[in-house]
């Protein structure tokens, strides 16, 4: 097992599951830029990090900006060091029935999960391969197998599966491994949200949906954040090309 402290970029980080792989990471010994769309929304995430004696560092871009993810990826080179591991979970929801939805909610949300996967991993390979190892973990969701009124974001997720395996494929040989992780039903603000706009009671839609759950209960940040764990790990360079499912159970 390598000892070099590895730098990991982890996008979409101020709140949720972002910020919990994002301090996961960095308990594990790695220096992480957490990254957002504002500086400002993701300070608090590197503070507490930094707090319990990690590195991290706040960094704003938008990943669907091309100029400024080259440039988050020079400030992180600079001031932490060139990174090797990479987290695509910066994503948006704009969700309705298609004969609703707008082209541009269509278009929001692919260029959050879409190009933005893109352009992170395009900015990153460069560093991975002139290091001899790589992590790149985007985030699915179980939604890439459908879901009403989802889609413009299940037919984002679905294509960054595609995308996962296809970075497996022409990035292997350089060491660098490309895995997705598709998560369940986890407690986030973001499905909070969902709940509110549905009109629905947010308890009473965590009870429905663990019913549901084999294991019998909802999932959570750090149930995420304990796969990307593994699957940034040195240990972990055989796996690849794969679509994690953590959502308590089976999936179709």
Same mark, same amino acid.
């Given at each position: 097992?390598?000892?070099?402290?590895?730098? =990991?970029?982890?996008? *979409?980080?101020?709140?949720?599951?972002?910020?919990?792989?994002?301090?996961?990471?960095?308990?594990?010994?790695?220096?992480?830029?957490?990254?957002?769309?504002?500086?400002?929304?993701?300070?608090?995430?590197?503070?507490?990090?930094?707090?319990?004696?990690? +590195?991290?560092?706040?960094?704003?871009?938008?990943?669907?900006?091309?100029?400024?993810?080259?440039?988050?990826?020079?400030?992180?080179?600079?001031?932490?060091? =060139? &990174?090797?591991?990479?987290?695509?979970?910066?994503?948006? +929801?704009? $969700? $309705?029935?298609? #004969?609703?939805?707008?082209?541009?909610?269509?278009?929001?949300?692919?260029?959050?999960?879409?190009?933005?996967?893109?352009?992170?991993?395009?900015?990153?390979?460069?560093?991975?391969?002139?290091?001899? #190892?790589?992590?790149?973990?985007?985030?699915?969701? +179980?939604?890439? %197998? *459908?879901?009403?009124?989802?889609?413009?974001?299940?037919? @984002?997720?679905?294509? %960054?599966? *595609?995308?996962?395996?296809?970075?497996?494929?022409?990035?292997?040989?350089?060491? !660098?491994? @490309?895995?997705?992780?598709? &998560?369940? #039903?986890?407690?986030?603000?973001?499905? =909070?949200? +969902? =709940?509110?706009?549905?009109?629905? $009671? #947010?308890?009473?839609?965590?009870?429905?949906?663990? $019913?549901?759950? &084999?294991?019998?209960?909802?999932?959570?940040?750090?149930?995420?954040?304990? @796969?990307?764990?593994?699957? !940034?790990?040195?240990?972990?360079?055989?796996?690849?090309?794969?679509?994690?499912?953590?959502?308590? *159970? &089976?999936?179709?």
């Amino acid at each position: 097992m390598s000892t070099e402290r590895r730098t =990991a970029i982890v996008t *979409g980080a101020a709140r949720g599951i972002g910020a919990a792989i994002a301090r996961r990471l960095a308990a594990d010994g790695m220096a992480v830029a957490v990254l957002d769309l504002e500086e400002s929304a993701c300070a608090d995430t590197a503070a507490s990090i930094t707090e319990q004696g990690g +590195t991290a560092m706040a960094v704003a871009a938008d990943v669907a900006d091309e100029a400024a993810v080259n440039a988050a990826v020079a400030k992180v080179t600079a001031d932490l060091a =060139a &990174p090797t591991v990479l987290v695509n979970n910066a994503g948006v +929801t704009r $969700d $309705d029935l298609l #004969f609703k939805m707008t082209a541009q909610d269509w278009d929001t949300v692919m260029n959050v999960h879409l190009r933005g996967s893109f352009l992170m991993s395009r900015a990153v390979q460069g560093h991975m391969v002139e290091a001899g #190892f790589g992590r790149i973990v985007n985030l699915s969701s +179980t939604s890439a %197998l *459908g879901n009403r009124g989802q889609a413009n974001y299940a037919a @984002a997720k679905a294509g %960054l599966q *595609g995308f996962t395996k296809t970075l497996a494929i022409e990035l292997g040989r350089y060491g !660098v491994t @490309a895995n997705a992780i598709a &998560p369940g #039903f986890i407690e986030t603000e973001m499905t =909070a949200a +969902t =709940a509110q706009r549905m009109g629905m $009671d #947010f308890a009473e839609m965590k009870k429905a949906a663990a $019913d549901q759950i &084999p294991v019998g209960r909802i999932g959570l940040p750090d149930d995420i954040a304990h @796969a990307a764990a593994f699957l !940034v790990g040195e240990q972990a360079g055989f796996v690849s090309g794969q679509v994690i499912y953590v959502a308590g *159970g &089976p999936t179709n």
